[in-house]
C-alpha cells in the first residue's frame, strides 16, 4: 500500500513524499513523523471544545495533556519492534574420520543478525536459543526429524557434532540452521564422502 504525504521544509518548500506500507516502513515512519504527531495531538487536546467544557485552570490542562500525549507516545509500539532474523553458520566443515566412522561437523556460530537493507543495520546477538543438524542423501528429500541439536552455544563459539550413524562409501549432506527465539537463519549446507 502507497500514501502520499505533503512535508514542508523550514523555508517554507513543500514537497510530496510517497510512503510505502509495510513492517519496515512502519517503523522508519514513525521514527520520522513521531515528534510532529505528538505535537498536533498535544495543539488537537488542548484546543478542543473539551477545553472550553471543563472549568479547570489552564496550567493543570496543559499539565494534564502534556502528561498524557507523554505517556501514550512512550508505549512501546508495533513499529519499533524490528526483528531481524539471525545470519547463518560460517565456516562450516564436515570431517569423516575412517578409523572411528564418524563425520565430525564444526561450525562457527554468527554474532550478529541479517544485514536490514531497508535501515542499514546489524544488531549483536544476545543469545541464541539452538542450533539444528539435519542430514539426508544428495537428491533425496530432507527429513522433517533432526539428527542433532545443540542447545543454547554462545555467540561466536565454534560449535560442533558428531555423526556416529554413517555407512562406508556414501555421500552424505548436512544443513545447519540457526534458532534465536521463534526466527531462525538460512541454512548453511555442507557435504562429505565416506570412503
Given at each position: 500500500m502507497?500514501?502520499k504525504?505533503r512535508?514542508e521544509?523550514?523555508a517554507g518548500y513543500?514537497?510530496?513524499e510517497?510512503l510505502?506500507?509495510?513492517?519496515?516502513?512502519?517503523?522508519?515512519w514513525?521514527?520520522?513523523y513521531?515528534?510532529?504527531l505528538q505535537g498536533?495531538?498535544?495543539?488537537?487536546?488542548?484546543?478542543s471544545?473539551?477545553?472550553?467544557?471543563?472549568?479547570i485552570?489552564?496550567?493543570k490542562?496543559?499539565s494534564i495533556?502534556?502528561?498524557?500525549?507523554?505517556?501514550?507516545?512512550?508505549?512501546?509500539?508495533?513499529a519499533?519492534?524490528q526483528?531481524l532474523?539471525p545470519e547463518?553458520?560460517?565456516n562450516?566443515?564436515a570431517?569423516?574420520?575412517?578409523?572411528?566412522?564418524?563425520v565430525?561437523?564444526?561450525?562457527?556460530?554468527?554474532t550478529q543478525t541479517?544485514?536490514?537493507?531497508?535501515?542499514?543495520?546489524q544488531y549483536?546477538?544476545?543469545?541464541?536459543s539452538y542450533?539444528?543438524?539435519?542430514?539426508h542423501?544428495?537428491?533425496d528429500?530432507?527429513?522433517?526429524e533432526?539428527l542433532?541439536?545443540i542447545?543454547?552455544?554462545?555467540?561466536?563459539?565454534v560449535?560442533a557434532f558428531?555423526?556416529?550413524n554413517?555407512e562406508?562409501?556414501?555421500?552424505y549432506?548436512?544443513?545447519?540452521?540457526?534458532f534465536v527465539?521463534?526466527l531462525?537463519?538460512q541454512?548453511?549446507?555442507?557435504q562429505?564422502?565416506t570412503?
Open positions: 502507497h500514501a504525504v512535508r521544509s523550514v513543500a514537497t510530496d510517497t510505502v506500507c509495510g513492517p519496515k516502513e512502519h517503523t522508519r514513525w521514527q520520522r513521531r515528534g510532529h498536533q495531538l498535544y495543539r488537537l487536546i488542548s484546543n471544545y473539551l477545553y472550553h467544557l471543563i472549568p485552570n489552564m496550567n490542562l496543559h495533556m502534556a502528561m498524557l500525549v507523554t505517556i501514550l507516545f512512550s508505549m512501546p509500539s508495533f519499533q519492534e526483528k532474523n547463518r553458520v560460517r562450516q566443515e570431517v569423516y574420520n575412517a578409523s572411528e566412522k564418524t565430525t561437523i564444526t561450525a562457527e556460530a554468527p541479517e544485514y536490514d537493507w531497508d535501515t542499514y543495520v549483536d546477538l544476545t543469545h541464541i542450533i539444528t543438524i539435519k542430514r542423501f544428495p537428491d528429500e530432507w527429513p522433517d533432526e542433532g541439536r542447545n543454547s552455544p554462545k555467540p561466536g563459539a560449535i558428531v555423526d556416529n554413517i562406508v562409501d556414501r555421500q549432506e548436512y544443513s545447519i540452521t540457526m527465539d521463534d531462525h537463519s541454512q548453511s549446507y555442507l562429505v564422502y570412503g
